[in-house]
């Protein structure tokens, strides 16, 4: 059944006089690209399609792109959202004009997460009394490596510190 309704929804799509396909992450981050992948599926000649992410709170648009796209030819339109984006509710805005006129709205969620941290043990389990080797990695959400200085405490099983760097 579920395969009869993806064929139905892709020859409507191929019927369609004029189409096209938007895909976005669900989530925004401050200091990251945030990409916004366009296809044009039919249109009378290329199209003008312009992002922008607004933050709901105050309406104020915090990042705006603009991409000439041909039938076809899927593209990226990147936003660069800056480092001082403050969490609250966010609406990504889609239109295009020329060969095809469309506008399209959703709401995209703030992460204010910044860093990852990754703790690698050279040992699955241990016994009492050895000797626990660990590295600890913290990663970008481009999983570009952090450089800076990081604070480790490692705590037992009863919330008692037991090491600190």
Known sequence: ???LLIVAALVAATLANDSYVVV????????MEFSVSVNILKATSDVTVTSALFRTND????????????????????????E???????ELHVSGTGGLTFTNKTNIAFSSKAKSVLVQTDKAMYKPGQTVN???????PDLSLYKGNMDIDIYDANSNKIKQW
Request: glycine share 6%; net charge positive.
């Open 1 to 3: 059944m579920m395969k």
């Open 134 to 140: 660990f590295r600890v990695l913290a990663v970008h």
């Open 59 to 82: 309406n104020s648009q915090v990042a705006s792109s603009t991409a000439t796209i041909q039938q076809g030819t899927p593209k990226t339109v990147d936003l660069q959202i800056p």
């Open 24 to 31: 976005a992450p669900s989530k925004v981050r401050p200091g």
């Open 84 to 90: 001082d984006a403050h969490s609250g509710s966010y």
